[in-house]
């Protein structure tokens, strides 16, 4: 299939009229949302796995080399969406060199996605002890505090996170879903003004006008294919896409048209970005907060 076709591909989220309201159906746009063909496995990835298994079976490795193979397994496993046997190498590279600060971002990454929110934290403060410099740290333990729902203290930390890179459209993006949490008026102000640091060719720079109402939905998924030179490209831009639609919605209580873009995000197989990664955490609270 080719990209011309990838991006005239769509289907109409028909839960509008199936689960919401009258009155929430007639304020909300049937929308065609463009889809693409879930992301397959990169088989470099597998080839790699079955050369480092091979490596960590050798007698001569050093402590450091063996925590090193584990590490850079890990990672793989990670990226192909095998979590546990991911976190089985983590644990044991950090076993063997406990100063690997990438590992306890990773598996502070791993405990929020599983709630458990006081590990995720200790992970994340044991990647700074080490490396200060880790600023994906300040994201990951800010995300473990938003959904822990402590929102104020997220905002602390997606604010250092800002501050080393301010012209990042998704670092704004974190800051706002912390700050509006709290007070909406006053995030869309922080956001617009943030939104001046960011070049405006950049595509996640729609997603900033889409939050603040520059750019219609409509036009914001008409447009998602501009630029794309790869299906993998695409795959990982509507992954994106899918995830701030939903947070979009969820915040405005579209909580059907929420889970419909989660789920959105989840096919598209993008295992290794946080927008995939957290929209199974929101269906798993969402099915959490139905059950109660």
Same mark, same amino acid.
């Given at each position: ?188 102000? =922080? ?6 640091? =960011? ?28 630029? =794309? ?40 197989? =993008? ?22």
């Amino acid at each position: 299939m080719t990209l011309k076709h990838l991006a005239l591909a769509s289907f109409t989220l028909l839960s509008l009229s199936a689960c919401q309201t009258t009155t929430q159906a007639e304020s909300i746009p049937i929308i065609n949302v463009p889809f693409a063909a879930p992301l397959a496995s990169d088989f470099r990835s597998e080839i790699a796995i079955a050369r480092y298994s091979e490596l960590l079976n050798r007698a001569d490795l050093t402590t450091e080399q063996q925590a090193k193979l584990y590490y850079d397994r890990g990672v793989l496993f990670d990226s192909l969406g095998m979590t546990t046997l991911s976190r089985i190498d983590f644990n044991r590279a950090v076993k063997l060199k406990p100063d690997l600060a990438e590992v306890y971002n990773f598996l502070g990454i791993q405990h929020t996605l599983m709630q458990q929110y006081e590990k995720a934290y200790e992970f994340f403060d044991s990647a700074l002890e080490l490396n200060e410099g880790h600023e994906y740290a300040y994201l990951n333990r800010g995300i473990a505090l938003y959904y822990a729902a402590r929102s104020e203290l997220a905002e602390i930390d997606f604010t250092e996170f800002l501050s080393r890179s301010p012209s990042d459209p998704y670092r704004i993006l974190w800051l706002y879903l912390a700050q509006a949490n709290q007070q909406q008026t006053q995030a869309l102000a =922080v956001l617009k003004s943030n939104a001046t640091a =960011v070049d405006e060719s950049q595509w996640a720079y729609q997603l900033i006008s889409l939050y603040l109402g520059e750019l219609s939905e409509y036009d914001f998924l008409s447009a998602i294919s501009d630029g =794309v030179k790869s299906e993998q490209e695409y795959a990982q831009r509507l992954c994106e896409a899918y995830f701030y639609l939903a947070k979009l919605h969820q915040a405005a209580g579209n909580i059907n048209l929420a889970s419909d873009y989660f789920k959105l995000a989840l096919s598209t197989n =993008v295992h290794e970005f946080i927008e995939y990664k957290y929209a199974r955490l929101e269906l798993e609270l969402m099915a959490g907060e139905d059950a109660s």
